[in-house]
């Protein structure tokens, strides 16, 4: 298990964070396996818990709950990726069986060896790295087109160079503390030779790790969007809260426009700013209650040494993004060396004989579990793998190895959403490139009729496996785009996907601009212009925001607004760009039309004016008294069958789906 740091996967598509989290899990399920199998054979029935190990299985049951009320789709990403259930499960998990093992510190002290030696190698690799000139990367093996390992800047055998330092400042402490101790021993020098050796190089190259952080940068979501989130979650589920494993989700909808003025605005983030907003977000107030009770339990603990290591590793991972390398060692830490831990008696008594059915039972729901874990994982790394090679195909332009190698994928694992959006894209990606030869056959044409329909109905199950991702409806809303011309009504359905992508992800200007775009090539120009807006209003200093808001304004004949909005677009350009010449000689021709419509409203108006002088004077006119034949001395006339009509009311109409002028009352003479 303390091979943890190092674990990667290559022949799967993330091989870093979700192998080691997969890694984590299977780990998790062959340890139990081998627990059950010493609890049968070994006939033993005792078992130990403490009061963290019930703090661990009560976070690994809560996010069980919270993965079985979401979608199947959803349920699919967070079972496998990293902080979803499968992680707690595996923590969970790992709890159990750290305790039942730790007997005392000598099995601690041997245990912190077979981690320090991990340590140890990715600190001599991280050092070979940083030697490396740096035109030579990035370094990929065996090749660039089929990489299995590429090798940059900040590459490091734990996936970050934030987890590196992360271990080897824990290991540091502990080999730090082993020489300590002897020298207050007075032993002779040759005893820690050993201690100081490893001790200066977990030291330094922990050093140049924090170097390289800060020289390469580190890109975490700010604290500011963090609690946004955090916050908008807790208003609308506080108890549940996002799912767990689902922070990328709440990130879509409810990170703030203020995060679109950052210089990571086009990154996707997947973990919070902090650990802790992370598992409010998440596993609402629940999950925040739970971790809040395991850092009690460390306060009430004894003050020594494994305290303050215990409260560095608690303070990385509720005040920096969550890591798993951090949270693997924090669980083993807290199992380990902190609480009492109380003895339990397996028994349930059974027959004559009162056999002992307990520990059977027991192991038939672990097994269970183990089962279930296992089918679930091997399916996994088997399409995580098909995936992965039809990326490397697809690299090299062999679209029908791409083609094939995606349908295997879906074949094993159809309910993972992320895979229908790259087939989807697949199958658009081959009818754009049969469509673009000069002369096309009609077998072709047929061919091309079915990548589309498939296209289509792919993107439309990545969407109901996974209703609430932006990026699925935008993916779909860009197929019946590229399909305009071709499927009649795939503008309207373009249109409403698109729609849809917005309302799930307000604060992306750029989805706002692929929106805009239909619009004003559908000629709606007003309401591209109303789209426009809302996209500079999400991110003010996005010069194609401007730009594009500035044409529409151009088609609506509002040529002083067109000006000062591509005015405002090339203020945002670089001066040395192409853009910034083209747009700017587009600004002169406008400011020309411009001068030319004010001078011929001048001109209008100056005409109103001259016909105003010219008109013949009135002559002023007082009221004339009534007319009259003569009086009623004169004329007798009844009135009687003289009066008006009565006017016939009838009664509204109601209005249907677009309302016109209508009145509400008729006037029958």
């Known amino acids: 298990m303390f091979l943890l740091p190092l674990y990667f996967l290559p022949i799967i598509a993330n091989g870093t964070d979700w192998a080691k989290n ?11 396996v081998l627990w059950i199998a010493d609890l049968l054979l070994g006939k033993k029935d005792k078992v130990k818990t403490s009061k963290i190990l019930w703090l661990m299985l009560a976070l690994a049951v809560w996010s069980g709950i919270e993965w079985w009320r979401m979608g199947a789709g959803l349920r699919t990403r967070t079972w496998v990726g990293p902080f979803g259930f499968g992680t707690w499960l595996a923590l969970g998990t790992w709890s159990f069986l750290w305790l039942q093992a730790a007997d005392s510190k000598a099995e601690f002290k041997k245990q912190m060896n077979f981690l320090t030696v991990a340590g140890l190698l990715a600190a001599v690799s991280s050092l070979i790295v940083f030697l490396i000139p740096t035109s030579k990367f990035p370094i990929s093996i065996p090749n660039e087109k089929s990489a ?80 946004v989130i955090a916050v908008e979650v807790f208003k609308r589920s506080p108890i549940f809260g996002m799912g767990v494993g689902n922070f990328s989700q709440a990130f879509d909808l409810f990170r703030p426009n203020s995060y679109n003025l950052t210089q990571y605005w086009s990154n996707l983030f997947s973990v919070s700013g902090m650990g802790w907003l992370q598992i409010w977000t998440e596993m609402g107030l629940v999950g925040l209650v739970l971790v809040g009770g395991v850092v009690l339990s460390w306060i009430r603990s004894k003050k020594n040494m494994n305290f303050w290591r215990t409260g560095f590793l608690l303070a990385v991972v509720l005040f920096l993004p969550l890591n798993l390398v951090a949270l693997f060692l924090l669980v083993w830490v807290l199992i380990s060396r902190f609480g009492e831990s109380t003895e339990h008696r397996l028994w349930i008594g059974m027959g004559e004989n009162s056999f002992n059915a307990l520990p059977y039972l027991v192991s038939i729901v672990m097994l269970v579990l183990v089962g279930f874990t296992m089918t679930n994982m091997v399916k996994q790394v088997r399409a995580g793998y098909y995936i992965r090679e039809s990326l490397v195909a697809a690299a090299k332009n062999d679209a029908t190895k791409t083609y094939n190698l995606q349908i295997k994928a879906i074949e094993i694992d159809p309910n993972m959403a992320d895979y229908r959006n790259i087939y989807s894209q697949t ?33 439309k199950t990545a969407v109901s496996l996974d209703s609430l991702n932006p990026h699925y409806w935008s993916n779909l809303a860009s197929i019946y785009r590229s399909m305009v011309g071709i499927l009649e009504g795939s503008a309207d359905w373009s249109y409403q996907a698109y729609t849809q992508a917005v309302a799930l992800d307000p604060a992306d200007p750029m989805t706002k601009l692929d929106l805009g775009g239909l619009l004003y ?38 040529i002083d607004l067109a000006v000062q909005r591509l005015g405002q677009a090339i203020a945002l350009v670089p001066v040395d760009s192409g853009d910034y010449e083209t747009a ?12 030319e419509a004010i001078k011929k409203q001048q001109a209008a108006l100056a005409a109103q004016q001259q016909a105003a002088e ?12 009534l007319p009259t034949v003569g009086d009623e001395e004169q004329v007798n006339v009844p009135a009687e069958g003289l009066e008006p009509p009565e006017a016939e009311v009838t009664a509204t109409p109601v209005p249907s789906k677009a309302p016109s002028p209508t009145p509400s009352a008729t006037v029958t003479p």
């Open 614 to 625: 010219q008109k013949e004077p009135e002559t002023l006119k007082a009221p004339e008294p």
């Open 521 to 558: 090539a559908s000629n709606n120009f007003e309401e591209a212009d109303r789209v426009f807006e809302e996209a500079v209003k999400a991110k003010q200093d996005l010069a194609n925001a401007w730009y594009n808001w500035a044409y529409s304004a151009k088609q609506m004949n509002r």
């Open 22 to 32: 997969w890694f984590l899990i299977v780990g998790a399920m062959v340890g139990l």
């Open 427 to 459: 199958n658009l990606a081959i009818a754009s490139s049969l469509l673009s030869q000069e002369d096309i056959s009609d077998e072709d044409k047929e061919k091309v009729s079915v990548l589309l329909q498939q296209a289509v109905q792919e993107g």
């Open 584 to 595: 700017s000689k587009e600004l002169d021709v406008w400011k020309k039309e411009l001068d």
């Open 148 to 227: 299995l390992i590429s090798i940059n800047q900040s590459w490091s055998l734990t996936g970050s160079l934030i987890s590196e330092a992360i271990l080897l400042i824990f290991l540091a402490w502990e080999w730090v503390a082993r020489v300590v101790k002897k020298l207050k021993l007075n032993e002779d020098g040759m005893s820690y030779i050993k201690e100081m050796v490893v001790s200066a190089v977990l030291v330094l190259v922990a050093l140049l790790d924090i170097y390289r952080i800060f020289k390469l940068g580190w890109v975490i979501l700010d604290f500011t969007t963090s609690w």
